[in-house]
């Protein structure tokens, strides 16, 4: 059975400062999803991850894919209020779309 | 021009009721989702649809059932409703092995 494990499970930021969410998976991927949700909304979708070594950067966040580690990383760079939410990460193992969720990353970034 | 919408947004009901949630898109997708989201946040698929047809079918109680009229539509009916049925409930749709979008969910209170 696929697990998705994200770490830390809350992230307090400092404005201007850089932090880093980690995407561990236990097993062969098609594909990653990162998605952002606000309190008492829906999920956005980030990106899309689809091959070892991808790279996909959005203003202050971006998103990179280790498939031989199992690993993807979502860089926050210089961190502002707006990017308060929890991000999650979404693994699809057979491109069925059949998405297998982390368990959230609730940032909050204080002044 | 709503992507993905979702009737009602919050449903509070009695146990032993039996409610439906409905569905629509309008982004020509032809695959559909539903997800539960718990108290902790953590999200887990249940069904998906395809061109009306079911191909995801998590380990789902059987009081819940899915139902697709169109490619646009995936309804969610739940017999005998129980406490631990209260969560946010998820639409989503994605055209096959693509991006999944989601709709603004559901909050379901059991009383």
């Known amino acids: 059975e696929l697990k998705v494990e994200q770490n830390p499970l809350f992230l307090s930021m400092q404005e201007g400062k850089n932090y880093t969410i980690y995407c561990n998976y236990s097993?062969?991927?098609?594909?990653l999803y990162w998605y952002r949700q606000d309190p008492g909304k829906s999920l956005e979708s980030l990106f899309v991850?689809?091959?070892?070594?991808a790279v996909k950067q959005e203003g202050r966040l971006m998103a990179s894919l280790d498939t031989k580690a199992r690993l993807s990383t979502l860089h926050i760079t210089a961190a502002v209020h707006d990017l308060s939410a929890t991000y999650f990460c979404?693994?699809?193992?057979?491109?069925?779309?059949?998405?297998?969720f982390g368990g959230g990353t609730r940032v909050l970034v204080k002044p | 021009d709503t992507a993905v919408s979702q009737t009602p947004k919050y449903l509070v009901t009695q146990m032993g009721n039996d409610k439906s949630i409905k569905c629509e898109q309008n982004l020509g997708h032809d695959t559909m989702y539903w997800y539960k989201q718990d108290s902790k946040k953590f999200l887990k698929i249940m069904f998906s649809?395809?061109?009306?047809?079911?191909?995801i079918n998590e380990t789902v109680p059987n009081r819940f059932s899915p139902k697709s009229p169109d490619k646009a539509h995936l309804n969610l009916h739940i017999n005998s409703l129980e406490l631990g049925d209260s969560a946010v409930y998820f639409c989503?749709?994605?055209?096959?092995?693509?991006?999944?979008?989601f709709g603004p969910g559901t909050r379901l209170t059991v009383l």
């Open positions: 979404a693994v699809d193992m057979a491109a069925g779309n059949k998405l297998t």
């Open positions: 989503a749709s994605s055209r096959r092995s693509y991006t999944q979008y």
């Open positions: 649809y395809n061109n009306k047809e079911l191909i």
């Open positions: 991850l689809l091959s070892n070594g």
């Open positions: 097993t062969t991927s098609d594909r």
